[in-house]
């Protein structure tokens, strides 16, 4: 059994960064389902990267948050993702933890446990860019590791892209469950 940790930006790191962010902790792993405690096997995600490609062709597009610290005590950075209108992504969603040596690729672990795990996109305005959830758990549920993500008129925005942690519960919605992880990227679409 999982058990999320949950650590929030203060407002004034948010109004700074023009953006929202609830972070960071990641499940705990199975072999310490009897001890609660936090401890070394407890994963953070410091760092989300959310890779575009061109269908078409074309240079990749990439947008990163970081909180190297993990706590949101020191301000993360955030970048802005800048699309192409008219235009047909592949995305690939990357997570780490990057306050291990080495770095532990988060993002395989939750590949791994892909039945208790489901990412949400959620655009404001909601017509910004329409994303769909491309991978499968074991079960034929969506996951979101890998999407494909169309742009149509140019506008701006922010893309909420949130973990959902649903061990047990996954029944293809994001309400069952906690939240593992949840970073608002600034969004254009030119």
Do not use: W
């Amino acid at each position: 059994m999982h058990t999320p940790h949950k650590n929030t930006l203060s407002r004034l790191a948010l109004l700074a960064l023009l953006a929202t962010t609830t972070l960071f902790g990641a499940c705990k792993k199975d072999n310490d389902k009897d001890d609660p405690t936090p401890d070394d096997d407890n994963e953070q995600i410091t760092t989300v990267t959310y890779t575009l490609t061109p269908t078409s062709g074309g240079t990749p597009v990439s947008v990163t948050y970081k909180d190297l610290d993990g706590d949101g005590g020191t301000a993360p950075t955030i970048g802005t993702l800048a699309l192409t209108a008219n235009t047909t992504y592949t995305g690939v969603l990357t997570l780490l933890d990057e306050t291990k040596n080495p770095v532990v690729n988060t993002s395989a672990e939750i590949q791994e446990e892909a039945d208790e795990h489901l990412f949400v996109f959620t655009p404001t305005p909601a017509n910004l860019v329409q994303i769909t959830r491309t991978d499968k758990d074991k079960n034929n549920l969506e996951v979101g590791l890998q999407t494909r993500l169309v742009t149509t008129s140019a506008a701006s925005g922010t893309l909420k892209i949130t973990l959902r942690h649903q061990p047990g519960v996954k029944n293809g919605t994001e309400t069952p469950g906690d939240t593992d992880v949840e970073v608002t990227f600034p969004t254009t679409v030119r």
